[in-house]
């Protein structure tokens, strides 16, 4: 593996769509209010990716110093663990992606408050320290929260509630209630992916000391667990798209053909034995959430 490669393995790029899921939904929700702004939308964009390569990074770095990626793991070999990147690098690339990611952060807040919503900027400016910190600290360090079972909880709350209430919030300057919805939906369809990931992964991070919820429960938990989290999202989303405000909107229902092959895949999870089946179903996760946003997104861009 080049050093190339190995960078762009690090970044894993099958990773990125899941995580502007929420912005898609977040910014496509402020279109009824005729307050979308392209530009905000294309930097909280950016700021996402930015985070969660920045998430990426540390996650290998993490787990790479930690002796969590060896050969017990299941899933692509890591950068660190392949010894290409070496641990130094990996950190100039950690901060070099904070950096990048924060002044992206900052000039998303300022375009969106200006000079005149101090207070605003400042509660952002410090949610925006938290989502880096929080990126870094999954695995990272001796109080690492995804070696306390916590990865579950900060997924939902970064990757649904705020991707999608932040995002519109950026645009709209108010805070819908009802939002919530589709912010649950998607922040529990990013955690099952999660709750995917550690299902593989449960051999290398029981023996490493990882204590994920799934290594903390094993099997019988983690299957009735990951078919709560896909089902509430459906119930949750069904709901958010039959609310007077969209249920007018031409083909508002078609977001939920993204269910579907969740649908299939829960059928393969019942039936799984073998960690090694179920690499391939993390990607039908991650982008049947992409695609969920993404239709819902642009459904409600034609309505205006």
């Not at 790479?64 to 060896?70: I, M």
């Not at 939002?179 to 029981?206: K, T, Y």
């Not at 579907?260 to 982008?287: M, Q, S």
Request: charged share 15%.
């Amino acid at each position: 593996m080049s050093k190339t490669a190995a960078w762009i393995s690090a970044a894993r790029l099958r990773t990125l769509p899941l995580s502007i899921s929420g912005i898609l939904v977040g910014t496509a929700l402020a279109l009824p209010s005729n307050q979308f702004d392209v530009s905000i939308f294309w930097l909280a964009i950016a700021t996402t990716l930015g985070l969660q390569i920045l998430s990426n990074f540390a996650n290998d770095y993490g787990d790479g110093v930690k002796g969590t990626d060896n050969d017990e793991r299941i899933g692509p070999m890591r950068a660190l663990q392949s010894g290409v990147i070496s641990g130094k690098e990996m950190k100039k690339g950690i901060i070099l992606t904070s950096i990048v990611t924060a002044i992206l952060a900052l000039s998303l807040i300022y375009i969106s408050f200006g000079k005149e919503n101090f207070f605003l900027s400042l509660l952002f400016i410090g949610l925006g320290a938290s989502a880096i910190i929080a990126a870094i600290k999954y695995t990272v360090g001796d109080s690492a929260y995804g070696y306390k079972g916590l990865g579950d909880i900060f997924v939902f709350l970064f990757f649904g509630i705020m991707s999608v209430l932040g995002s519109n919030f950026l645009m709209t300057k108010q805070l819908d209630v009802w939002l919530f919805l589709p912010a649950i939906s998607i922040g529990l369809l990013s955690s099952a992916v999660l709750n995917l990931n550690n299902m593989r992964d449960e051999l290398s991070d029981r023996n490493s000391k990882k204590m994920t919820l799934v290594v903390k429960g094993g099997k019988k938990f983690a299957k009735p667990y990951h078919f709560s989290l896909i089902l509430l999202a459906f119930i949750c989303m069904v709901i958010f798209l039959n609310l007077d405000t969209y249920s007018s909107y031409n083909w508002i229902l078609l977001p939920l053909l993204a269910f579907i092959p969740l649908a299939i895949h829960l059928r393969k999870i019942y039936h799984y034995t073998d960690p090694k089946t179920l690499d391939p179903e993390l990607k039908k996760v991650a982008l049947s959430t992409f695609a969920l946003g993404f239709i819902l997104f642009w459904i409600v861009f034609l309505e205006f």
